[in-house]
């Protein structure tokens, strides 16, 4: 005490107060979120004991229509995007990252444009298309998809080419030396070496389409295509039961799940989790 | 040769794609902003820059010219948007100094973890969690009101009465702004004080500078990058946001220009008004993206050549 009163700048005892009470006052809400999902009453501001019945009871995640309804359309996006968003990222990231010259720089800016564009400027240009040049499609599961993948495309750009980078050109080129073609460099050297980055983007394009709202609402067409997020938005300030806590949980344990996953497998086979981190400090 | 077409011919798929969902998207805003409206009030987009009819833009601008409700609008989101930033830099950068220079070892990654984790919960429910706690017998309420907080809030003028912070309060709104996006604002801010080089700092107190002012003169101005990038990032979405007052205020007295474009375009039938709007907005993001995407792309020059 003595010696932080010397010198109460030397001492970082005000920055530790400020930090762990920045940490609790960040997580400590969504800790009391998570434990109401399993609050035995219908209140979600008073505890009345512990029960699983808004997880398993008849107007649980679990059995409720609506919010089974809602979850497992989140899954479906979710699959859809990763399964759309990652290749088409990674051979966007693989084109760039050794196309010089021409339309190089100009493809570069538009690809980073949907990380700063805000949300609802994409969801306002989304809606207007899908209403005006496709109107075909109508709004609903297919213009949802393609909301997602737009915006979650610049991330596995971004981290698979941070892994091009750090891999450098030695393999390929000793590849190209050895008298491989084009595509087999690429194909049986690269693709292997960037896996690991190539699996941490699919589980970031995964977690985002789960989290996302803007776009999601903006193209979303009638009742069957509510996803968790805007269950939440429409239904925060209404109808309150747990039963909103416990879709949320789910939803959270899911996009976390995968998330550690993901990282694991980044550490076991990229060396280190500095890289993961670092992947994550990216976006 | 033919390996400069193989990578031109890899970025195709994800070229084309940007380019009609993400820059004819954009374009779409642009032709109805400058089209026109059918009978029932649908709006008809002028794809020919030729055709274009100005009138719905003249009205929006004009409307901003003459402070009318637009006006009001977008000067109720500067507000709120630099109050939050400032109030996030003021919990974000001790948090991230802390982070970034005097936690290590293994207490390292635990801190980090507790910092990236809000990324990853969906900011809804984040939101959720507090309308529970604000709710008039929520936990949070009652702890405010116990501790007297309240009382303070109400004799500042900031809070209408006890127990109703979600009643359209402009003071939730932004303290929710801040809690939502602070997260995004410590990573840029933990990575620039990260790569200070600590023999810098160490130098200026070799020649003489106290802690205070090595940290005033040499710490500040070397993270002021990330400060710069930082706020940038923040303050992009918070433009854009029109849930959070809805959520926790729920009243036309907090609107923001996000509220005002939604409530036009995806809610209301006046999609060619909104579409002028949200150009508009775009117009004012513009010069924020450009700084943030111009300082990303010589960072990631510098790494490429280190």
């Given amino acids: 005490m003595r010696a932080w009163l010397r010198n109460p700048w030397g001492q970082p005892r005000a920055l530790v107060v400020v930090t762990g009470g920045y940490i609790l006052w960040s997580l400590v809400p969504v800790v009391i979120a998570i434990m109401f999902a399993f609050n035995a009453g219908r209140s979600r501001t008073t505890w009345q004991g512990f029960s699983f019945r808004w997880f398993t009871g008849p107007v649980g995640v679990f059995h409720d229509p609506a919010l089974q309804g809602a979850l497992k359309h989140t899954l479906f996006l979710a699959v859809i995007c990763v399964a759309v968003a990652t290749p088409l990222g990674v051979t966007l990231a693989l084109g760039l990252q050794r196309w010089r010259g021409h339309g190089a720089g100009t493809v570069n800016t538009v690809m980073l444009l949907p990380l700063v564009t805000p949300e609802i400027v994409m969801g306002v240009a989304l809606l207007l298309l899908f209403l005006k040049v496709f109107p075909g499609l109508g709004l609903g599961t297919v213009p949802q998809a393609i909301g997602q993948v737009t915006f979650t495309l610049s991330y596995v750009v971004v981290i698979v ?123 | 040769m033919r390996s400069r077409w193989t990578w031109k011919a890899l970025s195709a798929p994800g070229v084309i794609w940007l380019s009609v969902f993400f820059l004819v998207a954009f374009y779409a805003v642009i032709a109805v902003a400058f089209g026109n409206e059918d009978t029932y009030s649908a709006p008809i987009p002028y794809w020919n820059p030729l055709d274009w009819n100005v009138g719905y833009m003249l ?129 840029p801010l933990y990575a620039s004080l990260d790569r200070i080089d600590q023999r810098q700092i160490e130098a200026a107190r070799d020649l003489g500078a106290g802690p205070f002012s090595a940290f005033r003169r040499v710490t500040l101005p070397l993270s002021m990058p990330g400060i710069l990038a930082g706020c940038v990032l923040i303050a992009l979405p918070m433009f854009g946001d029109y849930y959070t007052p809805d959520l926790v205020s729920a009243s036309p007295k907090t609107n923001i220009i996000g509220n005002q474009i939604d409530q036009l375009t995806r809610q209301g039938s006046e999609k060619v008004t909104g579409a002028a709007l949200t150009l508009v907005l775009s117009a004012a993001m513009l010069v924020l993206m450009i700084y943030y995407l111009r300082t990303t792309r010589s960072a990631g020059q510098e790494a490429a050549e280190a």
């Fill in chain 2, 59 to 187: 009205d929006v601008l004009q409307d901003i010219w003459n402070r009318g409700q637009y006006f009001t609008v977008f000067v109720r989101t500067f507000e709120f948007v630099a109050i939050a930033l400032g109030l996030s830099l003021l919990i974000g950068y001790p948090v991230a100094y802390y982070a970034a220079r005097h936690v290590h070892g293994r207490w390292r990654g635990l801190v980090l973890l507790c910092l990236i984790l809000p990324f990853w919960i969906n900011y809804l429910m984040r939101m959720l969690a507090w309308i529970n706690l604000l709710s008039p017998d929520g936990w949070a309420t009652k702890f405010l009101h116990y501790t007297g907080i309240d009382q303070i809030f109400i004799s500042l003028g900031l809070l209408a009465n006890e127990g109703g912070w979600l009643d359209g309060q402009p003071v939730t709104v932004i303290l929710a702004l801040v809690y939502g996006y602070v997260p995004f604002l410590i990573l």
């Fill in chain 1, 161 to 283: 080419r941070g892994r091009l980078v750090s891999i450098g050109r030695e393999y390929e080129e000793a590849a190209a030396d050895l008298g491989a073609p084009p595509h087999d460099q690429i194909l049986r050297v690269v693709l292997p070496l960037l896996a690991p980055a190539i699996i941490a983007s699919a589980a970031v394009v995964f977690a985002l389409s789960i989290d996302d709202f803007v776009v999601t609402q903006y193209l979303a067409g009638g009742a069957s295509t509510t996803t968790v997020s805007m269950l939440l938005y429409a239904t925060a300030r209404g109808a309150p039961t747990p039963a909103l806590n416990a879709i949320a949980t789910v939803a959270l344990v899911i996009t976390l799940a995968t998330l550690s996953l993901a990282f694991f497998v980044y550490k076991r086979f990229a060396g280190g989790g500095d890289a993961a981190v670092a992947a994550a400090m990216e976006i």
